[in-house]
C-alpha cells in the first residue's frame, strides 16, 4: 500500500507535468468547468467527483471543496490530477459505452489483488444480503443512475467521462451472493489499472461507512 510521503510525491510530479498546459484544454478534455477571478481571469478549475465540487486554483494546483471547508485527502487530489492529465493527454471526448470489468483493464490483472481488498469484496459483503441498500444509498450519496446488469446495480459518475458501475446479484440456496465492479472502457486511456484499483475503494468505502452507521443507529433504537 502507498504511503503518504508516496502521494505527495506524485501529487509534486503530476503537477510539474500540467503545469503550462492551455487550461481550456484541460476543461473541454476532462468535463471541469473554468471559473473566471474578478479580473475575468481563469482562476481555478471546478470538477465533479463523487458527486462533490473539487476546486483547484490556476496555476498554483491549491485544492478545496466547493461544499465544505475541509482538506481533500492528498489521494484524491492525486487521483483527480491524474485523471484530469489522462483525459487532456488522451484527447478523450466521449465514452465508449462498453463496461468491462477490472481484469480486462490493462495491467488490471497485476492489481487483482488489492481491487478485491479495496472494492469487491467490501461491497459484497456489506451489500450481498441487502442489495437493495447498496441502490438506494447510492442515489442517495452520488445520485446514482439505475442500470439493467446483474440483479440490482447503478451508475455512479466518479469523474465527468469516468462512470462505473456496481452490479450485485442476489444468492440463493444454490449460490452465494456475487457482486462487480465495472468500468467505461474508455477509462484506461486516462488512468492507469493502480488509479483505477483506488477509484473502486473511493466509490465503495463511503457506502459501506453509511450502511455501517445506519446499522448503529439500528442497534442504539432498540
Not at 488522451?90 to 472494492?119: C, L
Not at 459483503?125 to 440490482?152: C, Q, R, W
Request: hydrophobic share 45%; charged share 25%.
Amino acid at each position: 500500500m502507498a504511503r503518504i510521503d508516496d502521494f505527495i510525491q506524485a501529487r509534486a510530479l503530476s503537477m510539474r507535468e500540467l503545469s503550462g498546459k492551455d487550461i481550456d484544454s484541460i476543461a473541454r478534455f476532462s468535463g471541469a468547468t473554468i471559473k473566471n477571478d474578478s479580473a475575468g481571469i481563469p482562476g481555478s478549475l471546478s470538477i465533479k467527483f463523487l458527486n462533490r465540487d473539487i476546486i483547484i486554483s490556476w496555476p498554483e494546483m491549491e485544492f478545496s471543496y466547493g461544499d465544505f471547508d475541509e482538506d481533500v485527502p492528498v489521494q484524491q487530489q492525486v487521483l483527480v490530477l491524474h485523471y484530469i492529465n489522462g483525459a487532456f493527454n488522451s484527447k478523450i471526448t466521449r465514452n465508449e459505452h462498453e463496461w468491462v470489468s477490472f481484469q480486462d483493464i490493462p495491467d488490471g490483472r497485476f492489481y487483482m489483488d488489492a481491487f478485491i481488498k479495496r472494492a469487491k469484496e467490501p461491497l459484497l459483503k456489506t451489500f450481498g444480503s441487502s442489495p437493495e441498500k447498496m441502490v438506494e444509498l447510492a442515489y442517495g450519496i452520488y445520485n446514482a443512475s439505475p442500470l439493467e446488469h446483474g440483479d440490482f446495480s447503478v451508475m455512479v459518475n466518479a469523474f465527468p467521462m469516468a462512470p462505473v458501475a456496481l452490479v450485485l446479484w442476489e444468492g440463493d440456496d444454490e449460490f452465494p451472493a456475487e457482486g462487480n465492479i465495472l468500468f467505461d472502457r474508455s477509462i484506461s486511456r486516462m488512468l492507469s489499472a493502480e488509479d483505477i484499483a483506488l477509484l473502486a475503494g473511493m466509490v465503495v468505502y463511503p457506502l459501506v461507512g453509511m450502511a455501517k452507521d445506519k446499522r448503529e443507529d439500528l442497534k442504539s433504537e432498540i
